[in-house]
């Protein structure tokens, strides 16, 4: 895991999250999720600088496509955002859960 991965994992293990379950690298479908909360079909990804450039950026949209259409949700977060805007994020991740 990623150091922004670690640190928002920290949040999400133990049910602290509106008393939800995430599992972390659980698989959906041919795809990874950082994170997985299946009561709440809910995957929550944590995106570092090279999900910036183009080729990835469409991976990205075909593969939410994708997990979308076994209504799951995905949540994406920037490194940033969990490293400097910690609050916000989980603030972010406990409305999806609610």
């Given at each position: 895991?990623?150091p922004a991965e670690k640190i928002l994992w920290q949040e999400l293990k133990?049910?602290?999250?509106?008393?939800?379950?995430?599992?972390?690298?659980?698989?959906?479908?041919?795809?990874?999720?950082?994170?997985?909360?299946?009561?709440?079909?809910?995957?929550?990804?944590v995106d570092g600088s090279y999900h910036n450039n183009p080729e990835q950026?469409?991976?990205?949209?075909?593969?939410?496509?994708?997990?979308?259409?076994?209504?799951?949700?995905?949540?994406?977060?920037?490194?940033?955002?969990?490293?400097?805007?910690?609050?916000?994020?989980?603030?972010?991740?406990?409305?999806?859960?609610?």
């Amino acid at each position: 895991m990623t150091p922004a991965e670690k640190i928002l994992w920290q949040e999400l293990k133990g049910n602290k999250i509106n008393g939800r379950h995430f599992r972390r690298q659980h698989p959906i479908y041919r795809y990874i999720a950082d994170f997985y909360c299946h009561k709440e079909k809910l995957v929550i990804e944590v995106d570092g600088s090279y999900h910036n450039n183009p080729e990835q950026r469409d991976y990205d949209k075909n593969r939410d496509a994708t997990i979308d259409e076994y209504d799951i949700r995905v949540l994406r977060f920037t490194n940033n955002e969990v490293l400097n805007r910690l609050e916000e994020v989980i603030k972010r991740i406990k409305e999806a859960c609610s």
